[in-house]
């Protein structure tokens, strides 16, 4: 099988996937989708959802030749699997957030999940806790207003302390709280900003090395390609003047637009 990784978000989220794909394949070819046409995810209905991630990543599987597609987007991975892996013929991989290595972590028995509002009140996100954090508190905290902040870091405009701590405050009601779930790919990227505004240390968790420890069990061997141009890389709205900035920050060109029939939203 040949062609590259591709990773999709609704946003540049997914960025923050690269690092630990790059540590875990060096040299694997790699390719970015951003749906950012549409972001944010959380706030859309699932069925108007699923339907667009469908359409979104078959175009940009279709445009990229991808031998494997990481969904690196919680809202998208706990949506929107099933019907990725009907629809397409190459591996899906999805991330969920990391609450199983948080409470294997966690000191105190008392976690973060700090999350967009879709995640925080999905049946799966349910699930996990139950299965793997049943003897822990997890406090779940909707932070959908980070989303934005990471966007704006990455095309290199301020970003807002005062959103910051909005959605850091419902942490601290928990003052033995001691680990925090980044439960949103854009999260890791202000993982500096975040630390730096908490009232206390805390261990911050995501899914990054996992998701590349299962790419690299799912795609096989890579040829190893270091080519001198970037990566390439399609947005649904490639217009903001910000993407380019963040996306050469990771190693990709410039987003082209990536042609998709798209559903209104209802």
């Avoid at 940009?60 to 030749?65: C, D, M, N």
Wanted: hydrophobic content about 50%; aromatic content about 4%.
């Amino acid at each position: 099988m040949s062609g590259p990784i591709l990773i999709f978000d609704s946003g540049v989220g997914g960025l923050s996937v690269v690092k630990a794909l790059r540590e875990q394949m060096p040299g694997a070819p790699l390719a970015y989708v951003c749906d950012n046409a549409a972001l944010p995810y959380g706030t859309k209905p699932d069925i108007w959802l699923v339907q667009r991630i469908v359409q979104v990543c078959r175009a940009a599987v279709a445009a990229s030749g991808a031998r494997v597609l990481v969904v690196a987007c919680n809202t998208a991975s706990t949506l929107a699997l099933d019907a990725l892996r009907a629809a397409l013929t190459i591996p899906v991989v999805g991330t969920v957030p990391a609450i199983k290595p948080a409470a294997a972590l966690s000191r105190s028995g008392v976690i973060g999940l700090l999350a967009t509002s879709a995640t925080v009140t999905r049946p799966y996100t349910d699930n996990l806790i139950r299965d793997f954090a049943g003897h822990c508190t997890v406090v779940r905290v909707a932070a959908d207003g980070l989303v934005e902040q990471a966007e704006r870091l990455l095309a290199g405009e301020p970003v807002d302390g005062a959103v910051i701590d909005a959605g850091l405050a419902p942490l601290w009601h928990a003052p033995t709280l001691d680990t925090v779930v980044l439960g949103c790919t854009h999260f890791p990227l202000l993982r500096d900003r975040l630390d730096a505004r908490a009232p206390r240390p805390l261990q911050w968790v995501d899914s990054g090395s996992a998701i590349a420890r299962r790419v690299a069990q799912v795609a096989g061997a890579v040829e190893e390609n270091r080519p001198e141009h970037l990566a390439p890389a399609w947005a649904t709205d490639p217009r903001p003047a910000g993407l380019p900035h963040g996306f050469r920050a990771f190693g990709f060109a410039p987003p082209v637009a990536l042609s998709v029939p798209l559903p209104q939203p209802v």
